[in-house]
């Protein structure tokens, strides 16, 4: 609708104001911002085979990096959409006539885009996501300006924020006296106390720092001490509107670009920076119910190999053919009931597959020892509470992919809860995608085991 009364009266406009109202109806979510795509312009060319050398670890990003041009955001934004990673960028920020970005300034810019990605700040958003950004920004930052590559210090554009204007502030004429930060380096944190700070600078003492509202119609925080915040704490460099356009992909796109990054290697990068970021990289040990989460959750979300043929649906090329349509998210889960699966570790199985009917259309749920014992074809939310347990005899994991192939399931995902004592020479039936959720340090062939340690 925004974009349409523009049009209307783009004759009334100047170029310049078109191209304002653009980018205040993208950064308020109400229109998608005007992209162009192209190929990797000539600077940041030149940054990414310097970097190959120099930084292999973020050469890998930026080879992976779909480049965007628009006017649409004043400055420049990333985000991750099924799978790609996409750079975009004003080129009146990056060329401007006037000031244009130097090559260690872009540089700079880059790495800041990449570190918003590894942190997972679009994952770990919290309430309010602009401060939350801001919060980001300054961690991010910090680290940057003791990175180095190739023996030469890594710099940012003027109007970025950094985490020593908190824990040393400066008083600024016209705004309360913050005190200073002395929590951890961790953004949530950051993000608690700027949420504290932002709500002195919108009232202050006797709301001083309001001024000018009275009468406006403008709601609290709309007036001097919030424009003052947001001018003091706000990043000038980056438009985090785009990044919050993130799916639900990004965490497992990024995981698997991450294990190529840390193989290419560190290059020349050194300083406290490069420190930081190993030690950031470093695997941290996850619940195993979390780590499942991450793996069902591409299954959800992307199209994946999960398509059939069928003459119900035209082909796309008007071919004398069948076309093609992507299976419903069906997930067949088989639960281990044999005897050496204790009470508690079934306890723990049904709750994760609790969680799961809210996401699945369809969930069949078979328990299985040394044969299929029962099948439930549609199970529900709290279907387990009248299910009887039957197996608890010896265990052999054949019949699951026997029974899966004989009743035609083999393209969908399956799921596999057990103890992992049983003979691992079985026939899989050409079922492609086997997630196995085992105990101890057990690991089954074909497929993709979660260990529950």
């Known amino acids: 609708m925004g974009e349409q009364v523009i049009n209307a009266n783009k004759a009334a406009f100047t170029e310049e104001q078109t191209e304002n109202a653009c980018s205040a109806l993208v950064a308020a979510g109400i229109i998608a911002p005007r992209v162009k795509r192209i190929r990797i312009p000539p600077p940041f060319e030149d940054i990414s085979l310097s970097w190959i050398k120099n930084a292999p670890f973020f050469a890998e990003f930026m080879f992976r990096f779909h480049f965007f041009e628009t006017r649409s ?54 309430e309010d996501a602009l401060l939350f950004y801001s919060a980001g ?15 030469a210090v890594v710099v940012l554009p003027q109007g970025a924020v950094y985490l020593d204007m908190i824990r040393n502030p400066k008083r600024v004429p016209g705004s309360p006296a913050i005190p200073p930060y002395h929590g951890e380096p961790v953004t949530e944190p950051v993000y608690r106390w700027l949420t504290g700070i932002r709500q002195q600078f919108q009232h202050g003492n006797e709301g001083s720092y309001d001024t000018g509202t009275a009468g406006t119609g403008k709601k609290p925080g709309q007036g001097a001490g919030q424009h003052l915040f947001e001018d003091m704490f706000n990043s000038k460099i980056d438009d985090h509107t785009i990044l919050d356009t993130s799916d639900a992909l990004t965490e497992s ?12 290697g560190w290059g020349t990068m050194g300083g406290t920076g490069a420190e930081a970021l190993q030690a950031l990289l470093k695997p941290a040990h996850i619940p195993w119910t979390q780590h499942l989460r991450r793996v069902l959750s591409p299954l959800l979300y992307d199209y994946g190999p999960y398509f059939e043929h069928t003459w119900a649906r035209r082909n796309r090329r008007n071919l004398p053919l069948p076309g093609m349509r992507r299976l419903s998210n069906k997930l067949l889960i088989a639960v281990d009931t044999s005897g050496s699966i204790s009470e508690s570790l079934l306890q723990q199985f049904f709750t994760e597959i609790e969680k799961m009917t809210r996401d ?23 279907s387990w509470k009248n299910i009887p347990l039957t197996g608890r005899g010896g265990t052999h994991v054949q019949c699951v992919f026997d029974w899966t192939q004989e009743h035609g399931y083999t393209k969908y995902p399956l799921l596999i809860f057990t103890d992992g004592y049983f003979d691992y020479d079985f026939d899989v039936h050409g079922i492609q995608h086997i997630i196995w959720v085992v105990t101890g340090y057990h690991h089954i062939p074909q497929g993709k085991n979660i260990a529950i340690l």
């Not at 099924?82 to 000031?99: A, E, L, M, Q, V």
């Not at 970005?101 to 770990?124: C, F, S």
């Open 73 to 126: 955001i004043p400055t420049v934004g990333v985000n991750c959409i099924r799978g790609n990673i996409n750079f975009y960028f004003n080129p009146d920020f990056i060329y401007g006539s006037t000031k244009p970005l130097t090559h260690k300034e872009m540089e700079g810019l880059i790495v800041h885009e990449i570190e918003h990605l590894i942190r997972l700040h679009r994952e770990r958003m919290l």
């Open 137 to 151: 920004d300054m961690l991010i930052n910090e680290n940057i300006k003791t990175l180095k590559i190739n023996n």
């Open 253 to 264: 796109t990024l995981g698997k670009i991450i294990e190529s990054a840390v193989i290419s």
């Open 360 to 382: 699945f259309s369809q969930l069949i749920l078979m328990q299985w020892d040394t044969r299929i014992t029962n099948v439930e074809t549609a199970y529900k939310k709290g």
